[in-house]
């Protein structure tokens, strides 16, 4: 697994932007052999999508040939709510770049038969040819898109409870009030997570030590999912420095290190 360690949050939203504009870049993908993008919702990639909408003005990076899955979705609230995964995705990304709508595909939380749709999902992923490049998240207890402590390693596109810890971080989005947070959601499997050719998560600020330091040090363990990412054999983890606090002096130094050379994937971009 790669460790790169930014500065602050902006650089590391630069970063996983340009590392994602230089792959799309590279695959120079076409309507038939389109570039397979998952994407997550979320504080943490926000940063990178307003970097990726920048490129894209730029004329650096076309989404023209790009197929989306997100990640993950409540169940039970309007797809307009405000809050629906689904507005945050239009609102903050698809609505500024220049994406085909039918690439883009978003698990429905209102569909009758949840189990039906997210078997149908995971096909689609599969016609699409596999997922490229997922982008990813995690929350402070270790969780990876909704697959929460104690979620199979092994899991698919499922429907998942969600638990009182993720209730109650994500209720600032809803008047922090956590009666209004829905108590379901579909979301992607660990396992659908390490199908994906590469994966890139993004972990920033201080309240994301403990579980970065158990992604990075931490033993396998369906108690912290993300873990899973060292099972995978493109793993990439792009934190800032607060993110860092709980690691070891010498991991942090160790990873420091052997990145150093590595180019910044902006340098791909020129
Ligand atoms: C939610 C999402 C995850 C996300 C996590 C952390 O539970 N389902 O995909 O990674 O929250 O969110 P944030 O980036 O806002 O800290």
């Given at each position: 697994?790669?460790?790169?360690?930014?500065?602050?949050?902006?650089?590391?939203?630069?970063?996983?932007?340009?590392?994602?504009?230089?792959?799309?870049?590279?695959?120079?993908?076409?309507?038939?052999?389109?570039?397979?993008?998952?994407?997550?919702?979320?504080?943490?990639?926000?940063?990178?999508?307003?970097?990726?909408?920048?490129?894209?003005?730029?004329?650096?990076?076309?989404?023209?040939?790009?197929?989306?899955?997100?990640?993950d979705e409540y169940v039970g609230i309007p797809q307009g709510h405000?809050?629906?995964?689904?507005?945050?995705?239009?609102?903050?990304?698809?609505?500024?770049?220049?994406?085909?709508?039918?690439?883009?595909?978003?698990?429905?939380?209102?569909?009758?038969?949840?189990?039906?749709?997210?078997?149908?999902?995971?096909?689609?992923?599969?016609?699409?040819?596999?997922?490229?490049?997922?982008?990813?998240?995690?929350?402070?207890?270790?969780?990876?898109?909704?697959?929460?402590?104690?979620?199979?390693?092994?899991?698919?596109?499922?429907?998942?409870?969600?638990?009182?810890?993720?209730?109650?971080?994500?209720?600032?989005?809803?008047?922090?009030?956590?009666?209004?947070?829905?108590?379901?959601?579909?979301?992607?499997?660990?396992?659908?997570?390490?199908?994906?050719?590469?994966?890139?998560?993004?972990?920033?600020?201080?309240?994301?030590?403990?579980?970065?330091?158990?992604?990075?040090?931490?033993?396998?363990?369906?108690?912290?999912?993300?873990?899973?990412?060292?099972?995978?054999?493109?793993?990439?983890?792009?934190?800032?420095?607060?993110?860092?606090?709980?690691?070891?002096?010498?991991?942090?130094?160790?990873?420091?290190?052997?990145?150093?050379?590595?180019?910044?994937?902006?340098?791909?971009?020129?």
């Amino acid at each position: 697994m790669r460790l790169i360690i930014e500065p602050d949050y902006d650089h590391l939203s630069k970063w996983a932007a340009h590392y994602t504009a230089a792959k799309i870049r590279q695959a120079n993908p076409t309507a038939e052999k389109p570039f397979v993008l998952g994407l997550p919702t979320g504080s943490s990639p926000l940063g990178m999508y307003r970097n990726l909408i920048e490129l894209n003005k730029r004329g650096v990076v076309s989404f023209q040939y790009v197929v989306t899955f997100n990640m993950d979705e409540y169940v039970g609230i309007p797809q307009g709510h405000p809050e629906s995964y689904y507005s945050f995705m239009w609102n903050n990304f698809f609505f500024h770049v220049d994406i085909n709508p039918d690439n883009v595909h978003i698990l429905d939380g209102n569909a009758p038969d949840l189990e039906a749709e997210c078997a149908a999902y995971e096909a689609k992923m599969k016609v699409a040819g596999g997922v490229d490049l997922f982008l990813g998240g995690i929350g402070a207890d270790g969780h990876i898109a909704f697959n929460e402590p104690g979620s199979s390693l092994a899991s698919r596109t499922r429907a998942k409870t969600l638990t009182a810890d993720t209730i109650i971080a994500n209720s600032r989005f809803f008047n922090n009030d956590a009666s209004q947070v829905p108590k379901t959601a579909v979301t992607v499997g660990v396992a659908t997570i390490l199908d994906a050719k590469e994966v890139l998560i993004m972990v920033n600020g201080h309240s994301k030590a403990r579980a970065l330091q158990q992604a990075v040090e931490g033993a396998v363990s369906q108690m912290q999912p993300i873990t899973a990412l060292q099972l995978h054999p493109k793993g990439i983890i792009v934190a800032d420095e607060a993110a860092c606090a709980e690691l070891k002096v010498g991991t942090y130094h160790y990873f420091k290190d052997i990145e150093k050379d590595n180019l910044c994937p902006d340098s791909l971009l020129k």
